[in-house]
């Protein structure tokens, strides 16, 4: 069966270290792959999409691997801040004329 | 206006009545969503517009549930008889998504459904 699965619930880690979520995929031949951030109360909001030809893509503190060998991606936020506190989902489209299929997300907390 | 919007932004009904949520889609997206959020859980996708159609309503988690939308643009969902597992928050999403355009979707601040 098709699955996308996210490393875990929820992550705890300290201020100024790099969090690294995981985002694994089973029976999916995506042409991309997105990260959303959202926090409580509102709807997730687009950070970065990353194309199965690309092997890294960055933006600012963010950094996004795609391996489609592994068939995983790994979301990193380096020098992390209370700030970057959400809950973090991957994304992929299953094939070109299908929408995304979201992954249950990961809980991020920063503790000062 | 810029961004998805959704009315209401609360609503709170008793069990077994009818309830009508409404998206307002960012203007020109051709594609629109509903997800169902419980608390503390992942998106469930309920939905998905193309146009005024719907390719895929896989979703739906009953036959209480319907959605439409009119003129490319507004769409409302529709729950009929609502339970108490019916309340979370709905959330809408629009997006370019068609052949050769990334489904990069955008989100509306959703509208908490509590039955009670």
């Known amino acids: 069966s098709q699955k996308i699965e996210q490393n875990s619930e929820a992550l705890n880690i300290q201020e100024g270290k790099t969090a690294t979520l995981t985002c694994n995929y089973t029976?999916?031949?995506?042409?991309?792959l997105q990260w959303y951030r959202q926090d409580p109360g509102r709807g997730p909001v687009f950070l970065l999409l990353?194309?199965?030809?690309?092997k890294e893509k960055r933006k600012e503190r963010l950094k996004v691997t795609f391996d489609t060998t592994l068939k995983q991606s790994l979301f990193h936020i380096t020098a992390s801040q209370p700030a970057d506190s959400a809950t973090y989902l991957c994304?992929?489209?299953?094939?070109?004329?299908?929408?995304?299929?979201f992954g249950k997300g990961t809980r991020l907390s920063v503790i000062a | 206006g810029a961004g998805v919007s959704q009315s209401p932004s609360n609503k709170v009904t008793e069990k077994g009545k009818d309830v009508e949520l409404r998206c307002d889609p960012i203007?020109?997206?051709?594609?629109l969503y509903w997800y169902r959020q419980s608390l503390g859980q992942g998106l469930e996708f309920l939905i998905y517009?193309?146009?005024?159609?719907?390719?895929?309503k896989s979703g739906l988690p009953s036959d209480r549930f319907s959605a439409e939308r009119t003129g490319g643009s507004v769409s409302t969902l529709t729950i009929q008889r609502t339970q108490q597992e019916d309340s979370a928050v709905y959330l809408c999403?629009?997006?370019?998504?068609?052949?050769?355009?990334?489904?990069?979707?955008?989100f509306g601040p959703g509208t908490r459904l509590t039955v009670l």
């Open positions: 517009f193309q146009g005024n159609s719907a390719p895929d």
């Open positions: 029976n999916y031949s995506p042409a991309y």
């Open positions: 999403a629009s997006s370019l998504f068609d052949r050769g355009s990334t489904d990069t979707q955008y």
């Open positions: 990353i194309r199965e030809n690309e």
């Open positions: 994304a992929l489209v299953p094939s070109g004329n299908t929408p995304l299929v």
């Open positions: 203007s020109g997206h051709t594609a």
